[in-house]
């Protein structure tokens, strides 16, 4: 079975300073890691993902995270945060042969003007 | 390409009732998700479809069902509705099944309420 832990259901932070968000997850296989954002009332739209390669993975909106296999961790970062960053952000985690998404349980980021 | 869309966007029902949900995926996709996000918590997997054929089930009754057609759109059901059922239904298409590299592109939601 497979599990994700967000650490922080809320993050303030003041808009233009830089934020994380922690993701942790539990495999017993080879994984493959998702970053989704959800804006109000909306669906979930892809930030970025980690398959393979390299553990330093860009994504859009100038979001990046880093795959840290002996932490187990996939932690989201952006050095600069905007108003328009304001939105549920959820950790998701795969493995190969599998297409269900198994989602932590999502953590709120508030810009503060 | 117009994206993964679905139907209704909202839906009252009472205990007991039955809803169908629609989705129709990204142009070419083959593969369609569906997950239960109740609210404050994260999307739960319900079923995945490929080909008309159910490829992965998750932790629900057998009061949901769903069914994928040739044009690789699919309906999710629920029977005797119950007021846990409440949630937002996301429908999510991907290329092929199987992998788990594809990536999964979730439409807007059906945001179901049961009183």
């Known amino acids: 079975a497979q599990s994700v832990t967000q650490l922080d259901s809320q993050v303030p932070v003041f808009e233009e300073a830089p934020v994380e968000l922690r993701c942790n997850y539990s495999s017993s296989v080879s994984v493959y890691l998702f970053w989704y954002v959800q804006y109000p009332n909306q669906g979930l739209q892809l930030l970025l993902k980690y398959l393979s390669g390299s553990t330093l993975v860009k994504g859009i909106n100038g979001f990046e995270a880093e795959f840290n296999k002996s932490q187990t961790s996939f932690h989201l970062r952006k050095p600069s945060v905007h108003i328009s960053d304001t939105a549920e952000y959820f950790c998701a985690v795969t493995s190969f042969g599998n297409e269900k998404l198994t989602f932590g349980t999502g953590t709120r980021l508030t810009i503060i003007p | 390409d117009a994206g993964v869309t679905q139907s209704p966007t909202h839906l009252i029902k009472t205990r007991g009732q039955q809803v169908t949900l629609r989705c129709s995926p990204i142009?070419?996709?083959?593969?369609v998700s569906w997950y239960q996000q109740v609210l404050g918590q994260g999307p739960q997997f319900i079923f995945q479809?490929?080909?008309?054929?159910?490829?992965g089930r998750g932790n629900f009754p057998d009061r949901f069902s769903a069914r994928q057609f040739p044009n690789y759109s699919s309906e999710l059901n629920v029977n005797a509705l119950l007021l846990g059922d409440s949630a937002l239904y996301l429908c999510?298409?991907?290329?092929?099944?199987?992998?788990?590299?594809?990536?999964?592109?979730f439409g807007p939601g059906t945001r179901l309420t049961v009183l």
């Open positions: 142009s070419g996709h083959k593969s």
């Open positions: 999510a298409s991907s290329l092929e099944s199987g992998l788990g590299t594809d990536t999964q592109y």
């Open positions: 479809y490929y080909e008309k054929e159910e490829r």
